[in-house]
């Protein structure tokens, strides 16, 4: 039968259950998106800027579980969106990638838009894909979702030829079937652990008198049986940046996110009482361990599903290739009967957050609005259901810290790559994506230059995205550091601009706070701005006078890592400035 291109990838869209496409339409595939106008499964989102796309399509996954689409044109349009199919890469967020391609029927060179971007995506990407005739569009689409979703998840890129769109193409049924998925896997993801392995696991874990648990973001598919896990071991349980939320944070047996240099002295005072860490889902990158500042208190269990990361930067005793969930659930099924309650761990992690949580609220009630009072009263006005998306940067670690969630899915940052200006096209994604649940964007002011023109994508589609945007006329983390190490802040201060000039452009509403007093009207008002489908972008005065625990213990773990000498350098250099000025 014929078929258009366009129609057989909307097709392979719908079939795959991607319910949002992000991009700027072009010559090369208008027919796709006239295709996808006749879809009531598929919806074409247009974005100010294809870098806001790839952000989108990871805000809408982190959010909702659900795979999203960034649909660009070749060349500007793939580049524009590399940093955030790189961040995806990085951070293990599953998206397709559908670039178009230039015709390759016409055998003309120099053609518009014409440059290898197989090459180019290949760093970023698990797979790339270009289908040459029309009978491969359909399968070729459903392998590149299977793959982006399988294994460790991560973006994969198909290359539709604009010939495949323009001309009529021959498919058959046996065109349209889904590709066979391998066999073995859990859930299609990741294999079953071997029995050996989980046996020698539960006899190391039975000779542990209180193991740790460090938990990432590969163990949420696990999150249900997680909280048994931990009560069975008696174990406190830490986690990655990423992993925040796969462990419920107001658990009594939850610790902080990280255990090293960069968490409070209760968190590695405890830490270091455990007999050894079992770790799931997690890489021990340089973000999530505070520039590899952990310290580990005894050996390691280490299991992930990509069969590279156990053992790559920290040695691991036993090295476990598996699903995150296979992993967790053939090991409640070995384990023993769970311990008793450790009620002086238990109470000892209870006085260690409440000992953190006075000094927190000893900064309140200044003159400007502390990073404590905006989170905690955004998270008493919006509930447990409620997403947070924070940029590179002060504002993620603040968040990271002082936020409190209670599952996966609600703070969705960029980390290992770090791309400034994620946080806004990543809460509108997450918003159209989860329409019922507030969103709120925590914009650096800073990222927020680099994207917040999306805060117009926000308001045409009526998401009611909230966008909190934090001003401190600075790039808050990188003027910490200089002003730490070197003294002094070159480049780092940003030229003023007026919130409320872009909320009128854009057609937002628009809020100010400069006051811990004013943040919960401030946070209602948005709140019920959201629920009628309108956008608020609010000018936050945000005071960064107190350095997070992260802030301080990477410069301190950098700092004890160089040689004497050129320690000696650093610090008598910042000292002289400090007297001479």
Known sequence: MKRTGGSLVRQALEDEGI??????????????YDALAESERVRPVL???????????????????????????????LTHALSGIAEAWM??????????????????????????????????VKAAFRPLRGDEVYRCIREACRIARSGAPGPVFVEIPANLYMMLQDASDEDLSPPEAPAGLHAGRGPYPEPAVVDRVVELLGQWRRPLIYLGAGAAVAHERLVELAERLEAPVSTTFQGKGVFPETHPLWLWPGFGDAAPAFARRLAATCDGVLAIGC?????????????????????????????????????????AEAFVTALLERLDAPRDPDEGLRRAIAEGHAEVERAWEAETGGSRVTPYALLRGLQRALGPEAVYTADSGNGTFLAMEILRLEGPGHFLAPV??????????????????????????????????????ETLTSVAHG???????LRDRELAQIAQFQGTALNRKVASELPDYQVEGFARALGAEYLRVDRDDDVEDAVRAAWDHAREGRTTLAHVEIDYGVRTYFTKGVVKTNLHRLPLGERLRYVS?????RVTG
């Open 416 to 453: 290992d790559y770090s791309c400034m200006g994620y946080s806004v096209p990543a809460a509108v994604g997450a918003r159209l994506a989860c329409p019922d649940r507030p969103v709120v964007a925590l914009a650096g002011d800073g990222a927020f230059l680099m994207t917040g023109l």
């Open 91 to 124: 951070d293990n967020v599953p998206m397709l990638v559908l670039g178009c391609g230039i015709r390759r029927d016409s055998g003309r060179a120099y053609q518009l838009h014409d440059i290898d971007q197989m090459a180019l995506v290949e760093p970023v």
């Open 573 to 577: 250099r910042a000292l002289l400035r």
């Open 19 to 32: 319910e949002l496409t992000f991009g700027i339409p072009g010559t090369h595939n208008i027919e796709l």
């Open 283 to 323: 890489r021990f990158s340089e973000v999530g361990t505070g520039s590899y500042g952990l310290t580990l208190p005894g050996p390691l269990i280490h299991c992930d599903v990509d069969a590279d990361v156990p053992g790559r930067n920290y040695p691991a005793e036993v090295a476990v290739h598996a699903d």
């Open 463 to 469: 998401a009611g995205t909230m966008i909190f945007v």
């Open 47 to 77: 974005v100010t800027d294809e870098q806001g796309a790839s952000f989108m399509a990871d805000g809408a996954w982190r959010a909702s579980g659900r795979m999203a689409c960034v649909n660009v044109v070749p060349g500007a349009g």
